[in-house]
């Protein structure tokens, strides 16, 4: 499969934990972006990368929020101490400024 | 005001009808304009862009009124597969998607 993945698929978590996603984005992409969508909203917009460089980061992601993308390949995502209002679907995508491509996404669940 | 509003629906139609959705947004500046399409609990795919002119994909249609500020997306012949989230996309620049909440379109037999 030569798309984008994420991984896990599914995090359960309890508040206050951290947790870590990743992102493999289709290969020739040099453009990598993190969205968050919870239900009934569409993706919003947390940040994206330009090869390694982070080059945008939305108001959304808190300092709780970090992402890296080392050597413009994959891509990770960590909230640390996870609030219930964290719980949300965490897209990944790839792809140019126009043209994206997602990944399956990751459920996050903090109970 | 929110920079894409739509009209989250859902649309409940009858397998052959035409059913058509619209999108305001509120940056004037922007050049761009996408319809993406969301099947439940999947990622969001590209369904079409909006040019200018308007542009027509076998049986949709997207069209643009920059003065108004909207952009529609009209779907004829509807399928059950057709069924689905519509989601309205309008970048501020070159950056980012910014998506709209999206309409659900449900059409039944």
């Known amino acids: 499969d030569t798309g984008v993945s994420q991984d896990p698929r599914h995090k359960i978590t309890k508040r206050g934990q951290n947790v870590t996603f990743r992102c493999d984005p289709i290969s020739e992409h040099n453009r990598l972006y993190w969205y968050r969508q919870t239900l009934g909203q569409g993706p919003e917009f947390l940040t994206y990368f330009q090869n390694e460089a982070q080059l945008e980061k939305s108001r959304l992601l808190s300092d709780r929020f970090s992402a890296e993308r080392p050597k413009g390949s994959f891509s990770t995502l960590e909230i640390q101490r996870t609030e219930q209002g964290d719980s949300a679907m965490y897209l990944c995508?790839?792809?140019?400024?126009?043209?994206?491509?997602f990944g399956p996404g990751t459920r996050l669940t903090v109970t | 005001r929110k920079e894409v509003e739509q009209d989250p629906g859902p649309f409940n139609v009858p397998e052959g009808a035409t059913v058509a959705f619209n999108c305001t947004y509120s940056n004037s500046a922007s050049q761009s304009f996408f319809w993406y399409r969301q099947d439940c609990r999947k990622e969001p795919k590209l369904l079409m862009s909006?040019?200018?002119s308007g542009n027509e994909d076998g049986r949709f249609t997207a069209q643009l009124n920059r003065a108004s500020q909207y952009i529609s997306l009209l779907i004829r012949d509807s399928k059950l597969s057709d069924s689905a989230t519509y989601l309205c996309?309008?970048?501020?620049?070159?950056?980012?998607?910014?998506f709209g909440t999206g309409t659900r379109l449900l059409v039944s037999p």
């Open positions: 995508a790839s792809g140019t400024a126009y043209e994206q491509y």
């Open positions: 909006v040019y200018s």
């Open positions: 996309v309008v970048p501020p620049g070159f950056q980012k998607l910014v």
